[in-house]
């Protein structure tokens, strides 16, 4: 770093992505990406995307994708803000509603990232833990903030609150409350219904993970129209682009390939969650496209060394006084070549 860094960042968190393997012979279980490739309709849309219109820029909230997201969700266009991936959207609701120096509270364990903007946005982080069996702690509404989190599905866990225990729990909250929805197509169901009642909370979704667009970077807010404009005084002037919305205009529209996709992940999540406790592994009952889970010796790093020496690789945390492994769901080959590894060094 150099002298002229910011020094209210000081030695502050930042988020540490996965681990890119050298080439595709690594099974690539430790970024919760989607197992399979996007929906055949998304090639033909960057074919017909890619053309002339490069050299103009794309709409500035984000037609026709708003519109048809509008339409699945069954909102009006203004209440719905794309950008370029969720992690945008979740920056954008740091400009609008966080205040420096006043709390911003997320449950524990966080998305990295939203540890790291607290920090760049210089805010107070609280994280009150969730409980064990995957609830949220009163704490979450009792802290005065501007502003809050709740990632559900967790993005570490993988543990699911109903809309109805959440509803209960920020019907008296003052200021924001954003309910990150990446992993919610894997889960019963959606907090959705809670916008009509709740003008303060927002929904943040992503075409990452059930629409296997992780690359192309879409993600999007569905609020109150009042929100909505909150947000669109802070975005960025043209944040997607022309082969991103496309790509994600055609991935929505193939829902038949999207319910594949997410019926698979829960398939093999519930094998790889079954046969892990079989062999004595701690698991945590997941709504997400990922497992956390602790092996029976708990040394957790140790397994993640082995897994990569077979060219696996998984993702370590500490949570709680123990050490985890969260493993993505992948494809049915890169689950069974996990299991085996597993078995191979329990022998």
């Known amino acids: 770093m150099s002298k002229y860094l910011r020094r209210a960042l000081g030695s502050g968190p930042r988020y540490a992505p996965g681990e890119v393997p050298p080439d595709d012979t690594w099974a690539r279980l430790n970024t919760n990406e989607a197992p399979l490739a996007p929906s055949p309709l998304v090639s033909k849309a960057f074919a017909r995307a890619g053309g002339e219109d490069l050299h103009r820029y794309p709409h500035a909230f984000g037609e026709p994708l708003r519109g048809a997201l509008a339409a699945h969700h069954g909102v009006a266009p203004n209440q719905i803000i794309v950008g370029n991936g969720a992690d945008q959207v979740l920056t954008w609701c740091f400009r609008a509603f966080a205040e420096p120096g006043l709390p911003v509270v997320m449950t524990s364990p966080a998305y990295g990232f939203l540890e790291s903007l607290t920090a760049f946005f210089g ?19 009792e802290i005065p903030a501007p502003l809050r989190f709740l990632v559900n599905p967790s993005a570490w866990t993988g543990s699911w609150v109903p809309a109805a225990e959440i509803e209960a729990l920020v019907a008296g909250v003052r200021g924001v409350v954003v309910i990150d929805e990446a992993y919610v197509e894997f889960a019963p169901e959606s907090c959705l219904p809670l916008l009509s009642k709740h003008p303060n909370c927002l929904i943040v979704r992503t075409f990452s993970k059930s629409y296997a667009l992780a690359g192309a970077r879409v993600g999007y807010a569905i609020g109150s129209p009042e929100l909505i404009a909150d947000l669109a005084i802070v975005k960025d002037p043209s944040p997607v682009g022309r082969l991103a919305l496309s790509a994600a205009a055609a991935a929505l529209e193939d829902q038949p390939y999207h319910k594949q996709l997410v019926d698979m992940v829960c398939r093999e999540r519930e094998i790889v969650t079954q046969v892990l406790r079989e062999r004595g592994w701690r698991v945590w009952e997941s709504y997400a496209n990922c497992v956390l889970a602790l092996p029976p010796d708990g040394e957790a790093l140790s397994w993640q060394a082995t897994l990569r020496r077979d060219r696996i690789l998984v993702r370590h945390t500490h949570w709680d006084g123990e ?18 590894s597993i078995a191979r060094a329990a022998q």
């Open 123 to 141: 805010c107070v982080r609280r994280s009150p833990s969730i409980t064990p069996d995957g609830r949220i702690p009163e704490a979450f509404t």
């Open 323 to 340: 050490d985890w492994l969260r493993i993505t769901v992948g494809s049915a080959n890169d689950n069974q070549r996990l299991l085996a």
